[in-house]
């Protein structure tokens, strides 16, 4: 019993004083979870002054130096005819503006008839718009036009004997685009009737693809000139 109560008394005059230490203040260096939580400002956060596309490159998930890896294509927005997108050029080199500005329908072109119904023909407008010069990308490159139509077929730009051989007189550019200069040029495609009123894609230099509308029936100011240039 002896023992008993001299250890108890050892043990409550201790207490007091580890009641003491245990509640007294955190030390005023110690973080909080919440601040320790928090990581450091590296200008991708939600008040980031970046613009979208510049954080997408610089701050997605799949942006350079986000774990090393390479930055995936992007899809990019649907467009209408005559809208203007800016692209990378072929081979990653240069930069290209394309403008696709008019489509036609016509059951013959050049002295060709479709293996389908039609062929779409396509015009359009490629800037070499900075210091170096630029093409399109082709197709052997991965890229290049197609035309998706409404029940999902995607049909390549010459796709077929037919197609690949008409070329439009006016609208038959192709090859580099010196610096600052600008051609006409076309993509051409053999469809069947019901395939009217596609989607343009086309695939640039850089592995993103982009898009058009195309309406139904002949749209365009190159129109008459177009069908000039398939008549001969």
């Known amino acids: 019993m002896k023992i008993r109560t001299s250890l108890t008394i050892a043990t409550l005059a201790v207490l007091p004083f580890a009641v003491a230490c245990s509640s007294g203040d955190e030390p005023s260096h110690k973080p909080s979870k919440a601040a320790a939580a928090k990581p450091a400002d590296d200008g991708c956060g939600k008040d980031s002054d970046l613009s979208q596309a510049d954080w997408a490159e610089l701050c997605g998930p799949d942006a350079v130096g986000n774990g090393g890896k390479p930055r995936k294509p992007q899809e990019a927005k649907e467009n209408k005819l005559g809208q203007k997108q800016a692209t990378i050029g072929g081979d990653g080199t240069g930069e290209l503006e394309i403008t696709p500005t008019s489509v036609v329908y016509v059951d013959k072109a050049t002295g060709e008839t479709p293996d389908n119904d039609l062929f ?31 029940n999902g077929q995607a049909i390549g730009d010459g796709d077929g004997n037919a197609a690949f051989n008409v070329v439009p007189e006016g609208f038959n550019g192709g090859g580099d685009i010196a610096a600052g200069t600008w051609a006409w040029d076309s993509a051409v495609f053999d469809i069947s009737e019901a395939q009217r009123g596609g989607t343009l894609l086309y695939t640039d230099g850089a592995g993103t693809t982009y898009r058009w509308t195309m309406p139904k029936t002949d749209t365009g100011p190159e129109v008459v000139k177009l069908k000039k240039g398939l008549a001969y």
């Open 120 to 150: 779409a023909v396509v015009t359009v407008k490629d800037k070499a718009s900075n210091a170096v010069d630029a093409s399109e990308e082709a197709p052997a490159g991965g890229g290049g036009w197609k035309w998706a139509a409404p």
